[in-house]
């Protein structure tokens, strides 16, 4: 593999900080050279987070370029179609968890939110591909991250990082006393989407 990016954004206190600490344990065991990096932006005001992670022996930066993510892991609808717009490539794929953070001017009526259509169209205008997922009964929403992680270790979008591998750095990142409920939530994203 020359090079897989890696692009992955939600919006501050959704956990896309441990999403990118377990991804990237899982790349490392998997045996992919990585290189990444995280921007928080106003994290702690509920403001856009994103992590890049590139994998492969042609990576000399950490950043992913526009235009050129191999594979997009969003943790709300909006922030998936701003990162399918801006930074997806030609028939990537796109792993979003769907729920609705809105931000002030939705929330003030000066734009919409937008549907889940709007964000499979732009991808599709990529040749790309969309996978939604959303659990109808999970317990704690700072576990969407680990539903997101599920379903991409069922998915093999990146080669070798197997269901296994993506477990095992959970059980490595994760507090024991966390550990029953994620690996729950992991265990059934990875069997079941959204319709």
């Not at 490539?89 to 734009?111: C, F, L």
């Amino acid at each position: 593999m020359s090079s897989f990016n890696i692009y992955m954004c939600g919006v501050g206190g959704q956990g896309i900080g441990m999403l990118s600490e377990v991804l990237s344990r899982a790349c490392l065991d998997a045996g992919h050279k990585i290189m990444g990096c995280d921007t928080h932006g106003l994290a702690q005001r509920g403001g856009i987070v994103v992590s890049h992670l590139r994998l492969g022996d042609g990576v000399r930066t950490p950043r992913v370029p526009g235009g050129s993510a191999d594979l997009v892991i969003a943790l709300e609808r909006l922030e998936a179609l701003r990162a399918a717009d801006a930074m997806l490539a030609k028939s990537g794929t796109v792993i979003y968890y769907d729920t609705i953070y809105q931000p002030i001017h939705v929330r003030m009526g000066k734009t919409s939110y937008p549907e889940a259509d709007a964000l499979e169209e732009t991808v599709k205008t990529r040749g790309g591909k969309v996978e939604r997922v959303q659990l109808a009964d999970i317990d704690d929403p700072r576990m969407q991250n680990v539903a997101l992680l599920g379903r991409l270790a069922a998915t093999g979008v990146i080669g070798g990082v197997s269901a296994q591998i993506v477990e095992q750095a959970l059980r490595d990142a994760l507090p024991a006393k966390a550990l029953a409920a994620n690996l729950a939530v992991f265990e059934q994203a990875a069997e079941v989407t959204a319709p």
